[in-house]
């Protein structure tokens, strides 16, 4: 199984950056997908989710209208299209991967470091 991140890296306040995570080993469609954040000193946060099939994505407040999570299960791929990019959305993104059948399947991904600062 893995999860393997790009697309992140150093922006301007007010930029925008594509996040990509790739999966293989596991049957991408079934699993929610989510991205995560970890800021220095700060606990992990969820960003966002996708369900596996319909339904509609899940947003942190401090994300709504400016974050958009997408998949592509074709491409075994999760997006995070980040815009208007603050300094406190700087941190380690990683990439989640869940699914329940009984009993639990989490998976992570390495994560990308995000740096907003000019």
């Known amino acids: 199984v893995q999860l393997v991140e790009s697309g992140g890296g150093l922006v301007q306040p007010g930029g925008s950056l594509r996040l990509s995570c790739a999966a293989s080993g596991f049957t991408f469609s079934r699993y929610v997908m989510s991205w995560y954040r970890q800021a220095p000193g700060k606990e992990r946060e969820l960003v966002a989710a996708?369900?596996?099939?319909?339904?509609?994505?899940k947003y942190v407040d401090s994300v709504k209208g400016r974050f958009t999570i997408s998949r592509d299960n074709a491409k075994n791929t999760v997006y995070l299209q980040m815009n208007s990019l603050k300094p406190e959305d700087t941190a380690v993104y990683s990439c989640?991967?869940?699914?329940?059948?009984?009993?639990?399947?989490?998976?992570w991904g390495q994560g990308t470091q995000v740096t907003v600062s000019s």
């Open positions: 989640n991967a869940l699914y329940r059948d009984g009993s639990w399947s989490v998976y």
């Open positions: 996708i369900p596996s099939a319909g339904g509609s994505p």
